[in-house]
Every structure is written in C-alpha cells, then in structure tokens.
C-alpha cells in the first residue's frame, strides 16, 4: 500500500485537512518535485490563485478550488474563514468562461479578495470587481470595453440566433458592472463603445477596487 493511500485508511476522511493532504504529498512522493510543483502546492496551502487569460479550462479549475475550500470551511462561519486571493495580470478572454468565476466567487461564502497586480483588461476587470474586497497594486493598469467575439463561419439564421445571445449576455455584464461598481448607466453608454484606459487611482474612484495597496498583500 502506498503512503499517500495508508494515510488516508489510518484516519477519518472527514478529520484529514487540505494542508495535511498536501503536506503529505510533498513529503511521501516519489515523484520528481520541481519548483512549479512546490510553487502550487504552496498556494494552494495559501489559497491563491493566478489569472491570466480566462479560458474555460481556467475558469473551471478557479471555480472547483473555490468549491473545494468552501467545503473545507464548511463548519466554520464566513468571519472566522482565511480568504481566498486570485492575483488578476490578465488581457481578458471569454465572457461566459468570466461568468464561471464571477458566479463562484458570488456563491463564495468564504471570502474571495481579487487583486490586480499588473494588468485588468475587459473580462479580467470584471473578474476584478467580482471580489468581496478588491485591490489594486499602484501601478496596474485597467481597460474597459464591450468585448469582442470570433465566431468563424456560420450560416445567417444561426448567426441572429447567436447575435441576440450575445446582445443579452452583455446586457448581463452591464447589470453586473452597475451593480458592483459606481458606473452610471450614462457613463457605461459613454465608454462602452470604446477603450477606456485607467489606473488604479480611477479604479479606486469609480468602484472598481476598494483599496490601493501601500505594501504587499499576504
């Protein structure tokens, strides 16, 4: 019987921890352990998560690691819970890939804090504006903008189905954005159609992060 499978038989699945699972991965492998390996488990530990480019692979792990630590938290009340971190450096990507994450994060009771270290741009902004605290360092950077779509070749009736979808899908990142920001619906209509570029100070102003940060975030 392997280590890993012996402790998991010599206790009460219910009473092993993340931390203790993990930790004794690290310690029983025989695995080759590489400085990534050792990096995600330690962040994993940390609970903090890196997001670049919001793909549905991506998107579906964030939302089962937040899964996975409200499970582990399930006994304690939210106040008592260590938060999760997702460090944002990201040039956006899919809309429905960013709602996966959004909706975790908004189903999280163990408190989510989004951070932007370098870069939130389209989704990865809104990604951003999803945490229950939001913070930015002092030079990141923010776009906002409606998004685009590649769609490749498609047949005309399929193509007003997929228009019409498309324009109530941003309909419900415009509610999202109103809601956890402080956009006006007049100046969302304003900027929408173009790039708007900003730093953390604007962010700060308009509600898109809570705080600036004046040390590292641990």
Known sequence: MSDEKKFM???NVDDVTLNELIKNYL???SELKGLEDVSAMYDAIDRTLFLADITDEIAESAAHLIRMWNIVDKDL???DRKPIKIFIDSCGGSVTAGFIIIDAISL???PVFTINM???????????AAGHRRYAYPSATFLFHEGSTDIGQIDAGKFKNYSKFYEMLLERLKNFLLANTNMTEEMYK???RDDWWFFAKEALEY???DEILRTEFI
């Open 9 to 11: 038989t010599d206790k």
């Open 27 to 29: 310690n029983n492998t």
């Open 77 to 79: 009340p939210p106040c």
């Open 108 to 110: 999280s009771d163990t």
């Open 118 to 128: 370098g870069t939130a741009y389209s989704m990865g902004l809104c990604i951003l």
């Open 190 to 192: 304003e900027k929408y």
């Open 207 to 209: 509600g898109f992060i």
